[in-house]
């Protein structure tokens, strides 16, 4: 069988930026949710439901336009912002069933 065709300088150099990307998405992601994690406990401690559909529909709107100025597919956009809510949503429920049975903190703003 022959030899695989060599990888070209250019790919590797590309890849560089890649891995360098990959990092800066993990470390967001992982700021993004210590942050979800904190309101989760916040809506829990408050009794307020995990999801807040008024603030997604604003977030949608927000990040389809965003989208659109970047160059990203906004369809692309919506499934990863909807995959990354859904795991937050998931958390918050988790959080919730924890604290289930404990009375809501009537005001959580002081
Ligand atoms: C983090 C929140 O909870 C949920 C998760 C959201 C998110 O990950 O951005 C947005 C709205 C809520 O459905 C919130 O209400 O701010």
Redesign the pocket.
């Known amino acids: 069988m022959p030899d695989a065709p060599r990888v070209p300088a250019e790919i590797l150099q590309l890849r560089e930026s890649i891995d360098n990307i990959d990092a800066a998405l993990i470390y967001m992601l992982a700021e ?1 949710f210590r942050c ?1 994690e904190r ?2 406990q916040l ?1 829990a401690t408050g009794g307020l439901p ?4 008024e ?2 529909g604003q ?1 949608i709107e927000r990040l389809a336009g965003i989208a659109q100025t970047a160059g990203l597919d906004p369809v692309f956009a919506e499934a990863l912002r909807a995959f ?2 859904s795991e ?2 998931r958390r ?1 429920e988790a959080i919730a069933a924890e604290r289930d049975g404990e009375a809501p903190v009537l005001d959580i703003y002081s």
């Open positions: 993004r979800t309101v989760g809506k995990p999801a807040d559909l603030r997604e977030q990354i809510v937050v949503i918050h």
